[in-house]
């Protein structure tokens, strides 16, 4: 089990609302990840965070943003929710120095109706 | 257009038999992941590959780096073992990029 944490479990909001999911980062860990899961897909990278400072992203729009705290928890932040939006929402630590060992979180559950 | 391509997608298995899941990339890298996904949606880091192969109890993880192709082996597959096994690759920046998954299905 990893130190990742995140939440809330599960989400459902409506088209054009706004969401706000949370990860807590594994102790000592100044890297974060987030990625996208839709049902039946791999993982999709959405950006990645580096002391507090975007260090990476994946095809996806403006709407999706994120910040990273000085005690490098993370927030993920998708405005105008889509129902294509819709998906399971990872979050995953690292130490910058060991970039290819990830702990993941157990997600967030988003379902937009 | 997917980088890493996975085969089979869905995989169902008696209990004991031996299980290969295929994994083939398109680029150079610096290694290779396996993950395994509950139904609860965490995910578990497996093995870490960059060069030929690692074993873990009844896991058995290859990898072949000039055919750009991996494999993870399970043998005396066990119903615990259902769940989505997953390769990623790491290469240029710093974004993963995930298959599709296989979905493992062990029957008693």
């Known amino acids: 089990e990893t130190g990742v944490t995140q939440s809330p479990t599960h989400l459902i909001k409506t088209r054009g609302q706004q969401v706000t999911l949370r990860c807590s980062s594994q102790?000592?860990?100044?890297?974060v990840s987030w990625y996208q899961q839709a049902l039946g897909q791999g993982p999709q990278f959405i950006f990645q965070y580096y002391r507090e400072e975007e260090n990476g992203r994946g095809n996806f729009p403006p709407r999706f943003s994120g910040l990273q705290f000085p005690n490098y928890s993370s927030e993920l932040n998708v405005n105008a929710l889509e129902l294509d939006d819709s998906a399971l929402y990872l979050c995953?630590?690292?130490?910058?120095?060991?970039?290819?060992?990830?702990?993941f979180g157990p997600g967030t559950r988003l379902l937009v109706l | 257009k997917n980088e890493v391509e996975q085969s089979p997608q869905n995989l169902t298995a008696q209990e004991g038999e031996f299980i290969t899941i295929n994994c083939s990339y398109s680029v150079g890298i610096s290694a290779l992941h396996w993950l395994q996904q509950h139904p609860g949606g965490g995910i578990v880091s497996l093995f870490m590959?960059?060069?030929g192969k690692k074993k873990h109890g009844r896991l058995i993880a290859t990898i072949n780096i000039q055919e750009k192709h991996s494999s993870l082996h399970i043998t005396a597959s066990h119903p615990r073992d259902s769940a989505v096994y997953i390769c990623?690759?790491?290469?240029?920046?710093?974004?993963?990029?995930f298959g599709t998954g296989t979905s493992l299905t062990v029957i008693p």
């Open positions: 990623a690759v790491r290469w240029a920046g710093n974004q993963f990029y």
């Open positions: 102790s000592g860990h100044n890297t």
């Open positions: 590959l960059s060069s």
């Open positions: 995953a630590s690292s130490s910058y120095r060991d970039p290819e060992t990830q702990y």
